[in-house]
């Protein structure tokens, strides 16, 4: 089964509005970018944004946030998004700040199809508000539910036409627990395969999870933030 679409304009078609969409990547590396700047021209709103962070102003997932496109932020940090940290502290914007080890385990619970589990973190806080609690081994606990989305944009270096994705580095953070956890998972690609080219113990992502991939080009990979030591 091929299912390479012919570009990202084509793949956000899909998207309808008032949608869930993870986005995977870990600051700016191993974001959607292709997919997030067409979402961005088709104007979709009304959307619920899931990403650990919310780039930054002009790149990423702010430029859908300066738009106003995105009406609610499961994340788990406000970051470098001066718009982001603006509309969140005059609740112009749903959040849900998220700590990142239960963001993690949450995405994973939802690809897993895990119907919840217990964690110490964020017990006794405002974390805990509203949620079961328990003593386990003598140590309190939440329950937190699984994350689950409409779509989830992901990011990969290499893929095949079945949708057998590898990631590189830094770009392995929750792009593959987001593939996983997504109802339809949109995949963009550095470089296209044929089936077969992909070494079956180099796949980190197996194609089930995987309804459609296109292929980006020219890549800004920008980073976040530089810091330069003096030696």
């Not at 570009?7 to 509005?17: F, G, M, Q, T």
């Not at 550095?190 to 080009?217: F, K, M, N, R, W």
Request: with cysteine; aromatic share 8%.
């Amino acid at each position: 089964m091929n299912k390479v679409l012919p570009d990202a304009e084509a793949a956000v078609s899909l998207i309808n509005e008032g949608a869930t969409i993870m986005m995977g990547g870990f600051g700016l590396c191993g974001i959607p970018e292709k997919l997030i700047a067409a979402l961005h021209t088709k104007g979709t709103k009304g959307l619920t944004a899931i990403s650990n962070n919310a780039g930054v102003d002009d790149f990423g997932l702010g430029i859908l946030l300066r738009s106003r496109q995105v009406t609610k932020m499961i994340a788990t940090y406000v970051g470098e998004n001066k718009e982001f940290e603006r509309q969140f502290l005059d609740n112009e914007i749903e959040v849900e700040l998220v700590p990142q080890g239960t963001f993690a385990e949450r995405l994973r619970a939802g690809g897993a199809g895990i119907g919840g589990f217990f964690t110490p973190t964020g017990f006794g806080t405002i974390v805990a508000e509203d949620k079961e609690t328990r003593t386990i081994n003598g140590r309190g606990h939440v329950f937190e539910q699984p994350l689950h989305a409409d779509f989830a944009f992901v990011k990969a270096w290499k893929g095949d036409r079945h949708g057998n994705l590898i990631y590189r580095k830094t770009a392995q953070n929750f792009n593959p627990m987001m593939a996983a956890a997504g109802t339809v998972t949109i995949a963009e690609v550095e470089e296209l395969l044929d089936p077969g080219q992909i070494d079956a113990d180099s796949v980190t992502t197996p194609g089930i999870y995987v309804q459609h991939l296109i292929v980006g080009t020219d890549y800004e990979k920008r980073i976040e933030r530089v810091v330069l030591q003096n030696e």
